[in-house]
Nanobody, 122 residues
Framework: VQLQASGGGLVQAGGSLRLSCAASGRTFGSYAMGWFRQAPGKEREFVAA????????LYADSVKGRFTISRDNAKNTVYLQMNSLKPEDTAVYYC????????????????WGQGTLVTVSS
């Protein structure tokens, strides 16, 4: 599966953005999906993940209550709605797919998009 992330940009603190990740192929529903991010000078970290059907989601503590992951299998797309953004949310955001159970471990995801930059100004 090939992944294409979009929707990043510059936003003021307290604002919102919605990231999208479009997947190629007709087997999108076979993959659990995740979002990860990497800030300058830091390691990649988990943000959120969703099951194949979208029935359950997992969030990092740092984004819980502010971010929402969802998916539309008919459109082969996973979303990350980001509200109440903070400067510390500034990072390149990556979507990823796994043929296994949804997870917060990056090494369990075999497919990665190219990343989209989110910059939150104070």
């Amino acid at each position: 599966v090939q992944l294409q992330a979009s929707g990043g940009g510059l936003v003021q603190a307290g604002g919102s953005l919605r990231l999208s990740c479009a997947a190629s192929g007709r087997t999108f529903g076979s993959y659990a999906m995740g979002w990860f991010r990497q800030a300058p000078g830091k390691e990649r970290e988990f943000v959120a993940a969703v099951t194949r059907t979208g029935s359950s989601a997992l969030y990092a503590d740092s984004v819980k209550g502010r971010f929402t992951i969802s998916r539309d299998n008919a459109k082969n797309t996973v979303y990350l709605q980001m509200n109440s953004l903070k400067p510390e949310d500034t990072a390149v955001y990556y979507c990823a797919a796994t043929a296994y159970r949804y997870s917060d471990h990056a090494n369990e995801y075999g497919y990665w998009g190219q990343g989209t930059l989110v910059t939150v100004s104070s």
